[in-house]
């Protein structure tokens, strides 16, 4: 088989994608010198993703790693690769073996391999440190190349969820959302940004900013946990989505990863239906 040095690598979960995510960077750790573009899917859970998950897979076919435990989406997604003639494995599988078969070539067998600083690592950092930049409505008209803003109230898992989808690679940037003051989207320099909204449960909140209050020995700033306030807050920013039309994330009783991985699937869902305009 010849050598490659291009492939599309397609990532499929039925939950946050994180485990096939590892696993597909140990595997390629072993090999030097390959452009990969990865497509990432999460929560496929039904017939619609298998078929989107299709769609794409016509235009970069490449190879598929998949986790998923629903026999019938699973079934559903081997038939696409073997009548496409589209390699697949599932991570239960041998990763690195595949990789070889594909790639043409025999792994470095390097100890950390996965670790190493190649183009796809300084790509993560480069995402990373955009969040940082970009973190609170900092530098919010320089979003220029952003792939998602992130827009709620204080403490509702904004921060996290950047810095996360930054090793993931996506450029985030998030803003948190003061009473009485409006969202500043004259400010935005692409006004075609994937932006979601995140909420999440009053009472939940409530908590949460009485404990950072308690950790930051702030007895001045009572009304910070103040539920009546705290639920005008959340209703004002709920208009303020519906307003918009931007997609709802409910970040109570969810992991950073379980968010991130929903943000994943809107913005898949996001940059199709802009293709299929």
């Not at 998950?53 to 629903?70: A, H, M, Q, W, Y």
């Not at 450029?171 to 500043?184: H, R, S, T, W």
């Not at 910070?224 to 306030?229: G, M, V």
């Amino acid at each position: 088989m010849a050598k490659i040095n291009q492939l599309h690598l397609h990532l499929i979960s039925d939950s946050t994608g994180e485990t096939v995510h590892q696993y597909a960077r140990a595997g390629l750790g072993q090999f030097q010198d390959i452009n990969i573009t990865e497509h990432i899917w999460t929560l496929v859970r039904n017939k619609a993703h298998i078929d989107a998950v299709e769609r794409n897979l016509e235009k970069t076919p490449g190879v598929v790693l998949f986790s998923i435990v629903d026999i019938e989406i699973r079934q559903m997604l081997e038939k696409i690769c073997n009548d496409k003639g589209v390699p697949s494995l599932s991570i239960l599988d041998p990763v690195v073996d595949l990789f070889s078969t594909v790639l043409g070539t025999q792994t470095t067998k390097k100890v950390g391999a996965q670790h190493k600083l190649d183009t796809a690592y300084f790509k993560r950092m480069a995402a990373v440190e955009y969040a940082v930049v970009h973190d609170d409505g900092l530098n919010i008209e320089n979003l220029h190349d952003a792939d998602m803003l992130l827009v709620g109230v204080s403490r509702t898992s904004k921060t996290p969820t950047s810095m996360y989808l930054g090793h993931r690679g996506f450029k985030v940037g998030n803003y948190a959302l003061v009473p009485n003051v409006p969202f500043p989207i004259e400010k935005l320099p692409n006004k075609n940004i994937f932006i979601v909204g995140l909420t999440t449960d009053p009472k939940r909140l409530m908590q949460v900013r009485k404990t950072r209050l308690q950790h930051l020995s702030d007895s001045n700033n009572a009304t910070y946990a103040d539920i009546e306030l705290i639920t005008n807050e959340i209703r004002e920013a709920r208009k303020l989505f519906t307003q918009h039309n931007w997609p709802v994330i409910d970040v109570s009783r969810r992991s950073v990863e379980e968010i991130a991985a929903s943000i994943i699937h809107l913005h898949r869902q996001w940059l199709d239906d802009k293709e299929n305009v």
